[in-house]
């Protein structure tokens, strides 16, 4: 569905020294200096994938995901989108694809939801049966029958998110671009985001491509995660693999009655804090029953809790890589 | 040709939904138009006044009498507010840049340029189009103009080449903002100065800023050269040629700042979140 080769971004920044003399000499002989924001980056996503990009603030998720989605023309590289380069042939490509950035909106302001929709329909030259056809799919989904006669600026937040994610579907393109769309969203407004992603993956087979910096969008739509710092793909592989591989271990935590705590010869101690020690062992040489089994023997457990890698600790590695 | 042609269907089907919409949104906000109503027509009835008193002082302007200025005057709002109506985005668009507005239009099948002037189509602009229809037909009345049909086709193509000249100097001038990162509010400067040298004769300034109005920043053919060959003022009159130069210097400004934009819209930036 989509395929990125070598892409590559450069930004240019002006340097500006400080004060009245800084800017002065900024004015005639400015400082250029070029920024990689991304650098020669490639990867394949097939239809039907849901695809989640990770990383840290001015990593390069978000300039990538513009460069995929026809927003900012790559400094070298290509974008294909259903085998044609979106760079190219942007107002064809386009077609195709739907777009839903966090904080941005597609929707007109002053006018009821309805409207908007409207325009879209006589842009994207939609004929009438399916734009009622898609409609209703959609209020099925996210229920927007009830705002869709409301005026965007009455709107809640959580509101205008659920009508700029029909009016990023209305012309039933094949990818849908999500940028940080849960950002500043309680939790019903979230699940109802998810619930709609997860649906239109599901039964229109849509390829679903998020940059997020939650870690609940990810377990719960995201089979696939790209990490990116640095403007370079860090990692890029099945979630559950990639947590296995970077982080291959389980964290038990006991509670004693005294602040002695054994040491075991197959864990490692990484914490030993009053009463409470704990221990982190290799999944694949030991089990928690067994580490429990052996420290009983030493001395009597009060109380116990496991801890499993998290998604949160392969960013934490990932970013600091 | 025949995809050319739905193409073109494409955009008028849009342009009329746009167009739909644009009326919606005036009527939302009713105390708006009474405002728009009142406080337009007076600037320029306002700035009529100011060369009745002038000309009344004075007798001419440089030749022109008071009823060929008016006829001047009335040729150069009227296509003023045909540039408003249609190209007054072009004024913030240092604003889109900076704020990453362009982002929905570049994801959308239409040309960007289109989008961005048509979805902000300023139908406000209609107030302005009043008194510069009157002061021009005030024009015509006291030069005993006979209204026929080449007159009125030089009008109309006048027009159309003199809003095309608007338009490409506010996408030029808008477009710089892509090399320079920066939002310009050059609306107001921009005005100013082709107020000043759209509305009265040009012919009344030195030479060398007849020249470089001509040629470099061709705004002389916005109303100037037009009016002059109708009226015979300056000594000539010359049929439709001087309204076709206008449309011609009209398709070429905006061909060149058309271009301009997209060379801009490569470097665009977009906002981050």
Known sequence: ?321 | MKNLFRELIHYLDVTAHVIKMAVMTVIEYPSNIAGWLISNPLQFIMGFAIIKFVVESFGQINGWTYGQLAFLYGLSVISHALSMIFFVQGWFMGYYVIEGEFDRYLTRPLGVLYQFFFTNINIFGVTDLIPGILVFLYGCVKCGVSVNLTFLVQVMITLIGATLIRGGIYILLGSTSFYTRSAVDFGQYTQEIMDKTTMYPLSMYPESIQFILTYLIPVGWISFYPAASMLGTEGVRSGLTVSLVTLGVGIAVILIAGAFFNRGLKQYESAGN
């Open chain 1, 1 to 321: 569905m989509i395929d990125v080769k070598n892409l590559s971004k450069d930004y240019v920044l002006k340097r500006k020294e400080p004060g009245l003399r800084g800017a002065i000499k900024g004015l005639f002989r400015p400082d250029h200096r070029i920024v990689p924001a991304v650098r020669d980056i490639s990867f394949h996503i097939d239809p039907g994938e849901i695809v989640g990009f990770i990383g840290p603030n001015g990593a390069g998720k978000s300039t990538t995901i513009k460069m995929m989605s026809g927003i900012l023309t790559p400094t070298g590289g290509s974008v294909l989108i259903a085998g044609r380069d979106i760079t190219k042939h942007r107002k064809e490509v386009v077609r195709n694809i739907g777009v839903v950035f966090g904080q941005r909106s597609q929707l007109n302001w002053d006018l009821r939801l309805g409207e908007s929709f409207e325009l879209l329909k006589h842009i994207y030259q939609i004929r009438q049966e399916d734009y009622d056809r898609t409609l209703d799919e959609m209020d099925r989904i996210l229920g927007i029958g009830e705002i869709i006669d409301k005026p965007v600026r009455q709107m809640s937040l959580g509101q205008r998110v659920k009508g700029d994610l029909v009016a990023s579907m209305i012309h039933s393109p094949n990818v849908l671009f999500l940028d940080e769309p849960t950002i500043g969203l309680d939790v019903s407004a979230k699940y109802a985001l998810r619930k709609f992603i997860k649906e239109i993956n599901r039964v229109r087979k849509t390829t679903v491509i998020l940059t997020t910096h939650d870690l609940g969008d990810i377990q719960e739509l995201c089979e696939r995660i790209i990490i990116i710092n640095h403007g370079q793909i860090v990692e890029d592989g099945n979630l559950s693999q990639i947590v296995d591989r970077i982080a291959p271990y389980k964290t038990l935590v006991v509670e004693y009655y005294d602040e002695f705590a054994p040491e075991h010869d197959r864990c490692e101690m990484t914490e030993h804090k009053g009463n409470v020690a704990r221990y982190r062992f290799m999944k694949k040489d030991l089990t928690a029953a067994e580490v429990i089994a052996d420290l009983s023997k030493k001395k009597t457990i009060k109380d116990i809790s496991i801890e499993e890698a998290g998604i949160d600790d392969i960013i934490k590695i990932a970013y600091e890589s």
